[in-house]
């Protein structure tokens, strides 16, 4: 059984356009999050979601909009994609500190 | 600022070989975490140190927290292959829950 899954696993797309990342955990955490790693591999916080209530939103353009169904679900929308916007996405949840990962989404913006 | 500093950010190493990856601050930790990714994957838990002084071994693998929390490494005894992948430390910062990573280590293990 995945613990943390997250569709699609490759994302390409021109220049302006608008995409959405589904995240889904079955590990019955309370919060989920999205992370952006950089083609240095440097892994930065991008939101924390706890039961559905924002409360973490890091220095992120407000091109990209999180939005928590449920606490089980926390799916990532970018409108206007930018060059800048090519990275691997991570979903995580949490239990205490431990964090756990998704598999993580290439987006590859031309 | 990278407020977790990780040295050395490559190493490629022959099977069998030993090998230690240290993760600095300045700043006081209340615990550290040390993280593998293997390629295509997300990054996994391998432990998590809270006391100064402690050390976990996991198999071949030996985690140290510095006495005084500002530091750990990570110390692989005849390493294999399949101990190919970035391993990250991160670290608690500030009160709102969240968890900063140093820049990674990039292993590689050739046969």
């Known amino acids: 059984d995945t613990a943390v899954s997250q569709t699609p696993k490759y994302l390409v797309t021109q220049m302006g356009n608008d995409k959405s990342i589904k995240c889904e955990q079955n590990?019955?955490?309370?919060?989920m999050y999205w992370y952006k790693q950089d083609s240095k591999k440097f892994l930065k916080i991008m939101f924390s979601?706890?039961?559905?209530?924002?409360?973490i939103n890091e220095t992120v353009p407000n091109r990209f909009s999180p939005k928590s169904p449920d606490k089980a679900h926390l799916n990532l929308h970018i409108n206007s994609l930018e060059l800048g916007d090519s990275a691997v996405y991570f979903c995580?949840?949490?239990?205490?500190?431990?964090?756990?990962f998704g598999p993580g989404t290439r987006l590859t913006v031309l | 600022t990278q407020l977790l500093e990780q040295s050395p950010q490559f190493l490629s190493i022959q099977e069998g070989e030993n090998l230690t990856v240290y993760c600095n601050s300045s700043?006081?930790?209340?615990?550290l975490q040390w993280y593998r990714q293997e390629p295509g994957e997300g990054p996994v838990l391998l432990v998590t140190?809270?006391?100064?002084?402690e050390v976990k071994k996991l198999k071949r693998l030996t985690f140290q927290f510095g006495d005084a929390r500002k530091d750990s490494s990570l110390h692989i005894t005849a390493a294999q292959p399949g101990d190919t992948g970035l391993y990250l430390c991160?670290?608690?910062?500030?009160?709102?829950?969240?968890?900063?990573f140093g820049q990674g280590t990039e292993l590689s293990v050739k046969p």
């Open positions: 590990l019955g955490h309370d919060t």
């Open positions: 979601y706890n039961n559905k209530e924002l409360i």
């Open positions: 140190v809270v006391t100064g002084g």
């Open positions: 991160a670290g608690p910062y500030n009160q709102g829950g969240k968890l900063i």
């Open positions: 700043s006081v930790f209340s615990s």
């Open positions: 995580a949840s949490s239990h205490r500190l431990a964090r756990f």
